[in-house]
């Protein structure tokens, strides 16, 4: 190796040039004391044992021929190298980069800065910064990419509709889920559908038009062979009673034909009768009873012709050729009959023979039990002039054809025009029993009257429960002056 030569500046001052032969260079401190060797061994720099300082305590500077030095090659630094705090960042120089120190919140942090001057702290607080991360420059996709421009900088995978993204722990999930797509439409020949390729478990797409034509009918759920059939090889047979047909490759249509049905028998009541049903124009069925029972006598043709000779004629044209019963039947709306040989209605035969009504006169038979009744006239009617004070008796009998009361009277003759009051009390019974089995009774009965007009009061009420054969008792009272009674008359069915 030949000659070198360094020169050496300390605080300002120059030292003496030295000339070392060999690959060794001595350094001495002020004193003059050795304070480290040197050593240059192909091209390579040994500082052994020692601390190199740079910038700090008794600074110096290594220069050649008035510039920086350079070292080319490798440098191995046995020890620690001992940076000072800058205040700021350096000034940026071309083609170099600076490592070096600031303070960060009263810590010395170590800074590298590019030419650019592109500044990035590599210490924080004891540690590397981002010593702990995964960091990514560049994240490419099928369209688009991003960069990181921070340590911190986020990366987020989002799914779409249909695509679900998790994450646990380092591994990231990405799912497939239908579900997650609502929008229902139509699928058109060009619309993809995606599978997976089973020949190497990749993901493919394939149209609509060429999946539904790679689909085999009769592999589908469902299918089943007989319903897929040749349709020239069935043929629709007309039955009996209808007409057309034919294979099925066409429309084939069925036409009622009765000149089909040779069959002549009798029809019965459950047999079934075929009829089109104009409310909803559909074919129906109904039992030939129910059909009958559905016609109308009224409405059949010639209903007005004489033909059943066996049937009487509303007429009368026709006379009877037998005698005739109307069971437990009644002959209604009969007229009166004027000949002999004319039927009578009951009520011709009742108002003209009177087996319906009937009446009986009784006379006055005493006064308070005792006496004569009539002790007075009034024209030529006996009477008696009583006072409020009197009462009348009487005894009859109720005859044997007696049904029921239609009506009992007293009758008077009253001596004024006035409201007239009276009461009744009755006791009757039938032979062989006592005479009060049966007692009744009528209380402050009144009527309205005229002085000397015949006046009927109804003492019907007295007598409930008369029966044929009683024999009656009948005590008549009044508050009224001069009743005048003439006798009792009772109408009987």
């Given at each position: 190796?030949?000659?070198?030569?360094?020169?050496?500046?300390?605080?300002?001052?120059?030292?003496?040039?030295?000339?070392?032969?060999?690959?060794?260079?001595?350094?001495?401190?002020?004193?003059?004391?050795?304070?480290f060797?040197?050593?240059?061994?192909?091209?390579?720099l040994?500082?052994?044992?020692?601390?190199?300082?740079?910038?700090?305590?008794?600074?110096?500077?290594?220069?050649?021929?008035?510039?920086?030095?350079?070292?080319?090659?490798?440098?191995?630094?046995l020890?620690?190298?001992?940076?000072?705090?800058?205040?700021?960042?350096?000034?940026?120089?071309?083609?170099?980069?600076?490592?070096?120190?600031?303070?960060?919140?009263?810590?010395?942090?170590?800074?590298?800065?590019?030419?650019?001057?592109?500044?990035?702290?590599l210490?924080?607080?004891?540690?590397?910064?981002?010593a702990?991360?995964?960091?990514?420059?560049?994240?490419?996709?099928?369209?688009?990419?991003?960069?990181a421009?921070?340590?911190?900088?986020?990366?987020?995978?989002?799914?779409?509709?249909?695509?679900?993204?998790?994450?646990?722990?380092?591994?990231?999930?990405?799912?497939?889920?239908?579900?997650?797509?609502?929008?229902?439409?139509?699928?058109?020949?060009?619309?993809?559908?995606?599978?997976?390729?089973?020949?190497?478990?990749?993901?493919?797409?394939?149209?609509?038009?060429?999946?539904?034509?790679?689909?085999?009918?009769d592999?589908?759920?469902?299918?089943?062979?007989?319903?897929?059939?040749?349709?020239?090889?069935?043929?629709?047979?007309?039955?009996?009673?209808?007409?057309?047909?034919?294979?099925?490759?066409?429309?084939?249509?069925?036409?009622?034909?009765?000149?089909?049905?040779?069959t002549?028998?009798?029809?019965?009541?459950?047999?079934?009768?075929?009829?089109?049903?104009?409310?909803?124009?559909?074919?129906?069925?109904?039992?030939?009873?129910?059909?009958?029972?559905?016609?109308?006598?009224?409405?059949?043709?010639?209903?007005?012709?004489?033909?059943?000779?066996?049937?009487?004629?509303?007429?009368?044209?026709?006379?009877?050729?037998?005698?005739?019963?109307?069971?437990?039947?009644?002959?209604?709306?009969?007229?009166?009959?004027?000949?002999?040989?004319?039927?009578?209605?009951?009520?011709?035969?009742?108002?003209?023979?009177?087996?319906?009504?009937?009446?009986?006169?009784?006379?006055?038979?005493?006064?308070?039990?005792?006496?004569?009744?009539?002790?007075?006239?009034?024209?030529?009617?006996?009477?008696?002039?009583?006072?409020?004070?009197?009462?009348?008796?009487?005894?009859?009998?109720?005859?044997?054809?007696?049904?029921?009361?239609?009506?009992?009277?007293?009758?008077?003759?009253?001596?004024?025009?006035?409201?007239?009051?009276?009461d009744?009390?009755?006791?009757?019974?039938?032979?062989?029993?006592?005479?009060?089995?049966?007692?009744?009774?009528?209380?402050?009965?009144?009527?309205?009257?005229?002085?000397?007009?015949?006046?009927?009061?109804?003492?019907?009420?007295?007598?409930?429960?008369?029966?044929?054969?009683?024999?009656?008792?009948?005590n008549?009272?009044?508050?009224?002056?001069?009743?005048?009674?003439?006798?009792?008359?009772?109408?009987?069915?």
């Amino acid at each position: 190796m030949g000659r070198r030569y360094f020169r050496f500046t300390q605080q300002g001052s120059n030292t003496d040039l030295y000339e070392i032969a060999d690959t060794t260079l001595k350094f001495f401190d002020s004193s003059g004391s050795e304070a480290f060797d040197l050593d240059l061994d192909d091209n390579e720099l040994s500082l052994d044992g020692l601390l190199l300082r740079v910038g700090v305590g008794s600074t110096f500077t290594v220069v050649s021929g008035g510039d920086d030095v350079g070292v080319e090659g490798n440098v191995e630094v046995l020890g620690a190298i001992a940076l000072g705090e800058n205040a700021s960042d350096p000034a940026a120089v071309a083609n170099r980069g600076f490592v070096y120190t600031k303070d960060v919140s009263a810590t010395s942090e170590l800074f590298y800065e590019d030419d650019g001057g592109n500044a990035i702290q590599l210490t924080s607080g004891g540690a590397v910064v981002g010593a702990d991360q995964n960091l990514w420059e560049t994240m490419s996709s099928d369209s688009g990419s991003v960069a990181a421009n921070t340590t911190t900088d986020t990366f987020t995978i989002a799914g779409s509709a249909g695509i679900d993204t998790s994450i646990s722990g380092d591994a990231l999930t990405v799912t497939l889920d239908l579900n997650e797509i609502t929008t229902d439409t139509v699928i058109a020949a060009g619309d993809l559908v995606v599978f997976t390729d089973i020949t190497d478990s990749g993901n493919q797409n394939i149209t609509f038009a060429n999946f539904e034509g790679t689909l085999n009918h009769d592999s589908l759920t469902g299918f089943v062979a007989n319903e897929h059939i040749d349709h020239t090889s069935v043929t629709l047979t007309a039955g009996e009673g209808l007409s057309g047909g034919g294979t099925i490759a066409a429309n084939r249509s069925f036409a009622l034909d009765l000149n089909e049905i040779t069959t002549d028998t009798s029809i019965a009541a459950g047999d079934l009768v075929a009829f089109t049903d104009i409310t909803d124009s559909g074919n129906q069925n109904i039992t030939f009873a129910n059909f009958e029972g559905a016609l109308d006598h009224g409405s059949i043709a010639g209903l007005s012709d004489d033909d059943h000779s066996q049937y009487t004629l509303v007429a009368g044209t026709r006379a009877f050729t037998g005698e005739q019963s109307m069971g437990t039947n009644k002959l209604t709306n009969v007229v009166d009959p004027t000949t002999d040989q004319e039927a009578a209605t009951k009520k011709y035969v009742d108002d003209n023979i009177g087996s319906a009504t009937k009446e009986i006169f009784i006379p006055m038979l005493s006064e308070g039990g005792s006496g004569t009744a009539y002790t007075s006239t009034v024209g030529d009617f006996a009477t008696k002039v009583t006072s409020s004070t009197q009462e009348f008796n009487t005894n009859f009998f109720v005859p044997n054809d007696f049904s029921s009361l239609t009506d009992m009277v007293v009758i008077i003759l009253p001596d004024a025009t006035e409201t007239v009051q009276w009461d009744t009390l009755t006791d009757f019974g039938a032979a062989g029993e006592a005479p009060d089995a049966n007692s009744d009774s009528q209380t402050d009965a009144t009527k309205a009257v005229t002085i000397n007009v015949i006046a009927e009061l109804d003492i019907s009420a007295a007598l409930t429960g008369l029966a044929a054969n009683d024999y009656v008792g009948c005590n008549f009272q009044s508050d009224t002056d001069d009743l005048r009674p003439i006798g009792l008359r009772m109408k009987y069915a």
